[in-house]
């Protein structure tokens, strides 16, 4: 089995370990964290207790939701709105599976709390519709049990929107904040590629 997989890193070329040694996504991790707190500090203090009604536009819509002070906005999102794109892989926000837009940024669901999201413009995966990064994921098989997939898809479509030309080397840099535990690292990769190669 470990033979099997050697030969297929070797086939192509980038394996899990390499990802993990050559993206520092612990650190990225990390500033899609600190990212998400700076986006908030504008926001005054209050004092809130118990349970608030909340309007939150999420991929264009007003929606009333129910919300207290510590319920996140990917509770809200999963088990109110039924959007359940993004995933509750890490309360911490380290896996990067629950990876929403909020005001056009990427940054994880399961570290902003819901009230925090209020008079935001918040975009899930499900919002993308037939987008070409979708379509590639799809054209290269670029997931298995498809668990990290919408992370991975709305950190693709965030980063390309920023370098819509980017080369291997800055997609590979540039979706570090983002882990899938069954290593599918080319494949995501090379679906990446061909959308900022202007295919899918
Ligand atoms: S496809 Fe399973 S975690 Fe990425």
Redesign the pocket.
């Known amino acids: 089995m470990t033979d099997l997989k050697n030969k297929a890193a070797k086939k192509s070329g980038f394996n899990r370990r390499d990802f993990f040694r050559g993206s520092g996504a612990i650190a990225a991790a990390t500033a899609l964290q600190t990212q998400t707190a700076d986006a908030f500090q504008d926001q005054s203090p209050q004092i809130i207790s118990g349970e608030t009604t909340i309007t939150l536009n999420v991929n264009g819509k007003d929606h009333q939701v129910k919300a207290e002070p510590r319920t996140t906005l990917l509770e809200v999102l999963r088990y109110q709105l039924d959007l359940t794109g993004a995933k509750p892989v890490s309360s911490d926000g380290s896996s990067g599976a629950s990876t929403i837009f909020v005001d056009g940024k990427p940054m994880t669901a399961s570290t902003i709390l819901a009230l925090q999201a209020a008079g935001k413009k918040i975009e899930t995966v499900e919002s993308l519709g037939g987008d070409a990064v979708q379509q590639a994921f799809v054209k290269y098989d670029a997931?298995?049990?498809?668990?990290?997939?919408p992370g991975?898809v709305m950190a693709v479509r965030s980063f390309l929107n920023k370098k819509p030309n980017a080369s291997e080397a800055e997609i590979r840099s540039g979706l570090n904040g983002n882990i899938?535990?069954?290593g599918?690292y080319a494949n995501i990769v090379e679906a990446a590629i061909s959308v900022a190669k202007g295919g899918n």
Request: glycine share 8%; hydrophobic share 15%; net charge neutral.
């Open positions: 997931e298995q049990c498809g668990f990290c997939t991975f899938c535990r069954c599918t």
